[in-house]
């Protein structure tokens, strides 16, 4: 609920909408889930209060115009006697809906591009993290934390073996079989290796693409940037509450676009730290170790 | 009306010539041409319809069920293309070619052989486009929008594609052709630009969109295919070429395009709702200025699908308040056929349920698309179900219900038999009803986080995908309903229809017989301001 004027509008529908999505904490979509997740980010908070407005302001022109619509259809019925009129011209009231339009679009498009600007600001960023698309897998590599160069952390995170198997044409396995470790159902949206992430941290995303044109979506950070090939593209999250955040691929990208989840483990910064070290010591110690799991409790498969 | 009953006299001595192959397949009369037109969407129509039957029933629930994900990939490619190509542009088309001579008083189409020749290419286009299923590698699988590298990836379905894109651009060019050239010179006199009815005006700024459009996506796609085949680099980065242009080529045809989808919907519910309202149209000339606003800004709006590629914060704001800005010319459409429906005698036949269903569900699909222009709410709705319910509710229950309203609208004047009112109603109902149960939930599933173009989902998305898949079958099945309506009209119906047809109808199409004979004003028609349909529009 953190569009004001919600609470005490009149529109029950956007009430309910409001009121099923406030209970968005947890992070994976719900069974008739209505609306976007609030999410854990500022921009994400700043994204839902827009959807919010935008929507409401469609809902309260909508209510004038069909309202309008149905009274006409009920009033000037010809069966109830209606003679038709024979005006057909008001400059009057062309002016009155041509700038009325103008001037609420533009009260829209103030806190859009106030947001926009907030979106588009990685600078100050704490931390780099290099996110490549394939077919049909994410590479992740830590780039810098707080000032210092990250030493050869990077791993590939594709679909969980458990939902993999599930997802086969005729598998003849229920996909209401597959579970995360707290019991809510990932199918489809489980990983091998997860994105393990500081919350508190400003952390910029340098999103790119190894074949194809990918998009690397989490709802509850608020946004998706497209991973093309040639190009490197610049976004920026801040995750307020520790948590399991999930996203999926937004841009079709071959037979497994469906397939290729995104999972973002957000931990404190001292868990973080402590994960990050002992990753970077078993790039030292063994190369083959570099994806190592030991700090992350769902392993493979559980993801 | 005496010029009309010498009219059908005269035309009694140029009947439709007698020979199948030489009536259909060598016409060149606009009228038959123009059921060529019709019948060959209807086709597409179901032809793209039982592509999106075997999407929605995979969909129906979590887990793969019937196809490969490939396949499911070529389905949702082949829908959009045969819908988009086949059934909604052929469909206006033959609208045009019907009723755009009827309306403005002319013999016919300005140039009837490339009429034909441009109707003729369409069956060779599809029969390339659909062959594609029988290659090795399959058909196109990188959807509609061909975005490279993928849509090269393939096998040579791609080729087919921009060959079928090549044949359909050059016919959909002929048509726009001859559209203009029909409504520039072959109006009768007396028929001033600003007396034309307003679907002669939606389908003429269309014309002109067409033309200045089909060819930028023919040189996309040609670029496409130098790539895949000839070595160049126009769109791959190892080769310093730029993926993100073609995304620029093609929205620069794509966004257009949308409008040359919606338009001349929008120019058929502009008859019909003074028609069944009994009242002329509000605001004649502010809908035309709409309609041109509206064609102009369709040019500058295009990047507006591609906000997650990464463009500068500049771009991002101007193509976000131009986008918005569209907003405004549609509104006063819309304003204005409420306004025309105000203080109106109305009546509820099947074209008008059509059109008020229009209007209000364009508009919800209006409403998705403010919310869709507003570049940081667009990071989260993009390439999701919130999109595929967007532009749904703006092509199936815009352009589609459009076409629709005017099938029901003119079917009288074409057969000379009133089509069954009951059952016109009971499609309506039912297509009404289950188009938005397929489609309004939707917009749930991508504000819940479901991609779009994906064969399979978490369980979290099961309960609206089968509403949505229940949905999508009883609409697919209402179409049925049309189909038998028509056939029964055409060939069974004993009810003849009168000239008028319509209590309320106004215009010359209206003052030629039911059935309009193989010819018509052969003389030109006198012209009666106060017989048109928007009245007198001086003031």
Same mark, same amino acid.
């Given at each position: 609920?953190?569009?004001?004027?919600?609470?005490?509008?009149?529109?029950?529908?956007?009430?309910?909408?409001?009121?099923?999505?406030?209970?968005?904490?947890?992070?994976?979509?719900?069974?008739?889930?209505?609306?976007?997740?609030?999410?854990?980010?500022?921009?994400?908070?700043?994204?839902?209060?827009?959807?919010?407005?935008?929507?409401?302001?469609?809902?309260? %022109?909508?209510?004038?115009?069909?309202?309008?619509?149905?009274?006409?259809?009920?009033?000037?019925?010809?069966?109830?006697?209606?003679?038709?009129?024979?005006?057909?011209?008001?400059?009057?009231?062309?002016?009155?809906?041509?700038?009325?339009?103008?001037?609420?679009?533009?009260?829209?498009?103030?806190?859009?591009?106030?947001?926009?600007?907030?979106?588009?600001?990685?600078?100050?960023?704490?931390?780099?993290?290099?996110?490549?698309?394939?077919?049909?897998?994410?590479?992740?590599?830590?780039?810098?934390?707080?000032?210092?160069?990250?030493?050869?952390?990077?791993?590939?995170?594709?679909?969980?073996?458990?939902?993999?198997?599930?997802?086969?044409?005729?598998?003849?396995?229920?996909?209401?079989?597959?579970?995360?470790?707290?019991?809510?159902?990932?199918?489809?949206?489980?990983?091998?290796?997860?994105?393990?992430?500081?919350?508190?941290?400003?952390?910029?995303?340098?999103?790119?693409?190894?074949?194809?044109?990918?998009?690397?979506?989490?709802?509850?950070?608020?946004?998706?940037?497209?991973?093309?090939?040639?190009?490197?593209?610049?976004?920026?999250?801040?995750?307020?509450?520790?948590?399991?955040?999930?996203?999926?691929?937004?841009?079709?990208?071959?037979?497994?676009?469906?397939?290729?989840?995104?999972?973002?483990?957000?931990?404190?910064?001292?868990?973080?730290?402590?994960?990050?070290?002992?990753?970077?010591?078993?790039?030292?110690?063994?190369?083959?170790?570099?994806?190592?799991?030991?700090?992350?409790?769902?392993?493979?498969?559980?993801? | 009306?005496?010029?009309?009953?010498?009219?059908?006299?005269?035309?009694?001595?140029?009947?439709?010539?007698?020979?199948?192959?030489?009536?259909?397949?060598?016409?060149?009369?606009?009228?038959?041409?123009?059921?060529?037109?019709?019948?060959?969407?209807?086709?597409?129509?179901?032809?793209?319809?039982?592509?999106?039957?075997?999407?929605?029933?995979?969909?129906?629930?979590?887990?793969?069920?019937?196809?490969?994900?490939?396949?499911?990939?070529?389905?949702?490619?082949?829908?959009?293309?045969?819908?988009?190509?086949?059934?909604?542009?052929?469909?206006?088309?033959?609208?045009?070619?019907?009723?755009?001579?009827?309306?403005?008083?002319?013999?016919?189409?300005?140039?009837?052989?490339?009429?034909?020749?441009?109707?003729?290419?369409?069956?060779?286009?599809?029969?390339?486009?659909?062959?594609?299923?029988?290659?090795?590698?399959?058909?196109?699988?990188?959807?509609?929008?061909?975005?490279?590298?993928?849509?090269?990836?393939?096998?040579?379905?791609?080729?087919?594609?921009?060959?079928?894109?090549?044949?359909?651009?050059?016919?959909?060019?002929?048509?726009?052709?001859?559209?203009?050239?029909?409504?520039?010179?072959?109006?009768?006199?007396?028929?001033?630009?600003?007396?034309?009815?307003?679907?002669?005006?939606?389908?003429?700024?269309?014309?002109?969109?067409?033309?200045?459009?089909?060819?930028?996506?023919?040189?996309?796609?040609?670029?496409?295919?130098?790539?895949?085949?000839?070595?160049?680099?126009?769109?791959?980065?190892?080769?310093?070429?730029?993926?993100?242009?073609?995304?620029?080529?093609?929205?620069?045809?794509?966004?257009?395009?949308?409008?040359?989808?919606?338009?001349?919907?929008?120019?058929?519910?502009?008859?019909?709702?003074?028609?069944?309202?009994?009242?002329?149209?509000?605001?004649?000339?502010?809908?035309?200025?709409?309609?041109?606003?509206?064609?102009?800004?369709?040019?500058?709006?295009?990047?507006?699908?591609?906000?997650?590629?990464?463009?500068?914060?500049?771009?991002?704001?101007?193509?976000?308040?131009?986008?918005?800005?569209?907003?405004?010319?549609?509104?006063?459409?819309?304003?204005?056929?409420?306004?025309?429906?105000?203080?109106?005698?109305?009546?509820?036949?099947?074209?008008?349920?059509?059109?008020?269903?229009?209007?209000?569900?364009?508009?919800?699909?209006?409403?998705?698309?403010?919310?869709?222009?507003?570049?940081?709410?667009?990071?989260?709705?993009?390439?999701?179900?919130?999109?595929?319910?967007?532009?749904?509710?703006?092509?199936?229950?815009?352009?589609?219900?459009?076409?629709?309203?005017?099938?029901?609208?003119?079917?009288?004047?074409?057969?000379?038999?009133?089509?069954?009112?009951?059952?016109?109603?009971?499609?309506?109902?039912?297509?009404?009803?289950?188009?938005?149960?397929?489609?309004?939930?939707?917009?749930?599933?991508?504000?819940?986080?479901?991609?779009?173009?994906?064969?399979?989902?978490?369980?979290?998305?099961?309960?609206?995908?089968?509403?949505?898949?229940?949905?999508?079958?009883?609409?697919?099945?209402?179409?049925? %309903?049309?189909?038998?309506?028509? %056939?029964?009209?055409?060939?069974?119906?004993?009810?003849?229809?009168?000239?008028?047809?319509?209590?309320?109808?106004?215009?010359?199409?209206?003052?030629?017989?039911?059935?309009?004979?193989?010819?018509?004003?052969?003389?030109?028609?006198?012209?009666?301001?106060?017989?048109?349909?928007?009245?007198?529009?001086?003031?």
């Amino acid at each position: 609920m953190r569009f004001g004027g919600i609470r005490n509008g009149a529109l029950a529908l956007a009430v309910a909408t409001g009121a099923l999505s406030a209970a968005a904490v947890r992070a994976n979509p719900r069974p008739w889930q209505l609306n976007l997740p609030e999410g854990v980010t500022e921009t994400s908070h700043a994204v839902w209060d827009l959807n919010m407005a935008s929507f409401l302001v469609c809902v309260g %022109i909508g209510i004038v115009v069909f309202g309008a619509m149905i009274i006409a259809m009920f009033r000037f019925r010809k069966s109830r006697g209606a003679v038709a009129e024979k005006w057909s011209h008001s400059t009057k009231l062309e002016l009155v809906w041509t700038i009325v339009p103008v001037l609420i679009l533009a009260g829209l498009a103030w806190p859009a591009t106030k947001v926009l600007l907030q979106n588009k600001n990685t600078a100050g960023a704490q931390m780099t993290i290099k996110v490549t698309g394939y077919q049909w897998k994410w590479r992740y590599d830590y780039l810098d934390y707080e000032g210092r160069t990250v030493k050869k952390v990077g791993f590939m995170s594709s679909l969980a073996f458990s939902s993999n198997k599930v997802r086969q044409l005729d598998s003849g396995l229920s996909p209401y079989s597959v579970k995360a470790a707290d019991g809510s159902n990932d199918y489809l949206l489980n990983v091998d290796h997860l994105l393990v992430v500081p919350v508190g941290v400003k952390i910029r995303f340098l999103v790119t693409g190894g074949d194809v044109i990918h998009s690397w979506w989490v709802p509850d950070l608020g946004w998706k940037m497209d991973a093309i090939p040639g190009l490197v593209n610049a976004a920026w999250t801040n995750i307020s509450k520790p948590g399991i955040y999930r996203g999926q691929c937004a841009e079709l990208c071959g037979q497994d676009h469906g397939f290729m989840p995104i999972v973002v483990k957000a931990v404190p910064k001292a868990q973080f730290e402590q994960w990050l070290a002992a990753q970077e010591d078993g790039a030292r110690l063994d190369k083959a170790a570099r994806t190592a799991q030991a700090s992350i409790p769902h392993g493979p498969g559980q993801g | 009306m005496a010029h009309a009953s010498t009219q059908g006299h005269h035309d009694a001595h140029h009947e439709a010539p007698s020979g199948f192959f030489r009536r259909w397949f060598m016409s060149t009369n606009h009228k038959d041409i123009g059921t060529l037109y019709l019948i060959f969407a209807g086709l597409m129509f179901f032809i793209g319809g039982a592509m999106a039957m075997v999407i929605r029933a995979e969909l129906f629930e979590p887990g793969m069920q019937l196809v490969q994900p490939y396949f499911f990939n070529e389905l949702t490619t082949m829908h959009a293309l045969v819908m988009i190509f086949g059934a909604i542009m052929p469909a206006f088309v033959g609208l045009a070619n019907w009723m755009i001579p009827l309306m403005i008083g002319a013999p016919d189409m300005a140039l009837p052989r490339m009429n034909n020749m441009s109707f003729w290419l369409l069956p060779f286009a599809f029969t390339i486009l659909l062959s594609s299923f029988f290659l090795p590698g399959g058909a196109p699988a990188g959807g509609w929008t061909m975005y490279p590298p993928l849509s090269i990836q393939g096998g040579d379905g791609i080729a087919f594609l921009i060959f079928f894109v090549h044949l359909s651009g050059i016919s959909s060019i002929m048509g726009a052709i001859n559209i203009i050239a029909t409504i520039l010179n072959m109006r009768a006199p007396g028929m001033d630009l600003l007396k034309m009815p307003i679907f002669v005006w939606t389908w003429l700024i269309t014309a002109f969109l067409l033309i200045a459009v089909m060819p930028v996506l023919a040189g996309g796609v040609t670029m496409l295919l130098t790539d895949k085949y000839f070595g160049t680099s126009f769109f791959n980065a190892a080769g310093g070429g730029d993926p993100v242009l073609f995304q620029h080529v093609f929205w620069f045809f794509g966004h257009p395009e949308v409008y040359i989808m919606i338009l001349p919907a929008f120019g058929i519910i502009s008859e019909v709702i003074p028609t069944f309202s009994r009242k002329p149209l509000f605001g004649y000339k502010a809908m035309v200025y709409a309609t041109a606003s509206i064609a102009f800004l369709s040019f500058i709006v295009w990047a507006h699908h591609m906000f997650t590629t990464g463009l500068p914060l500049g771009a991002e704001l101007f193509f976000m308040y131009a986008t918005m800005l569209i907003a405004v010319p549609t509104g006063v459409k819309v304003f204005n056929w409420v306004t025309t429906m105000w203080g109106g005698s109305l009546t509820f036949e099947t074209p008008m349920l059509f059109a008020v269903a229009f209007v209000i569900l364009f508009t919800i699909g209006g409403f998705s698309g403010i919310m869709l222009a507003l570049v940081p709410a667009d990071f989260q709705y993009q390439d999701t179900y919130f999109v595929v319910a967007h532009f749904h509710y703006v092509l199936v229950t815009g352009a589609a219900f459009g076409i629709m309203a005017g099938v029901y609208f003119w079917l009288p004047k074409w057969s000379g038999h009133m089509y069954s009112e009951r059952w016109g109603k009971i499609h309506f109902w039912l297509s009404v009803i289950s188009v938005n149960v397929l489609f309004f939930p939707m917009h749930f599933l991508g504000l819940a986080g479901m991609p779009r173009r994906i064969p399979d989902y978490n369980v979290a998305f099961a309960d609206f995908n089968m509403i949505s898949s229940i949905g999508g079958f009883v609409f697919g099945a209402s179409q049925l %309903i049309m189909v038998g309506n028509i %056939i029964y009209t055409v060939f069974f119906a004993k009810r003849k229809a009168s000239d008028r047809v319509w209590e309320g109808a106004k215009g010359l199409e209206w003052t030629v017989p039911s059935p309009a004979p193989h010819h018509t004003f052969s003389v030109p028609p006198v012209i009666d301001d106060s017989l048109l349909a928007h009245g007198d529009v001086s003031h």
